[in-house]
Nanobody, 115 residues
């Protein structure tokens, strides 16, 4: 059973720079790509950033230059460094891993950008 646990969300002022963490209980974590998604109220869940097993990254256009995804395979953890936050970044943020044909999701962490 794969478990993903996100942390690091909360209420953040515009321009803030929180870092989200996703800790995974998964053997051979280093072999898997991990994605960060977000879902704002009334909107579909969207991919924010992803990192491959080899460390290649890709980002949604809306966060390019502001967010950075990274991984620490020794800690089975993926991070999402978010900078220059805007109210439009308010959402529940989820991490995702696909193992075989199965998608696993964490419980999500709420990020609210407001003054």
């Amino acid at each position: 059973q794969v478990q993903l646990v996100e942390s690091g969300g909360g209420l953040v002022q515009p321009g803030g720079s929180p870092r989200l963490s996703c800790a995974a209980s998964l053997r051979n974590f280093r072999l898997y790509a991990i994605g960060w998604y977000r879902q704002a109220p009334g909107k579909q869940r969207e991919l924010v950033a992803a990192i491959s097993s080899g460390g290649s990254t890709n980002y949604a256009d809306s966060v390019k230059g502001r967010f950075t995804i990274s991984r620490d395979n020794a800690k089975n953890t993926v991070y999402l460094q978010m900078n220059s936050l805007k109210p439009g970044d308010t959402a529940v943020y989820y991490c995702n891993i696909k193992v075989g044909m199965v998608d696993y999701w964490g419980q999500g962490t709420q990020v609210t950008v407001s003054s």
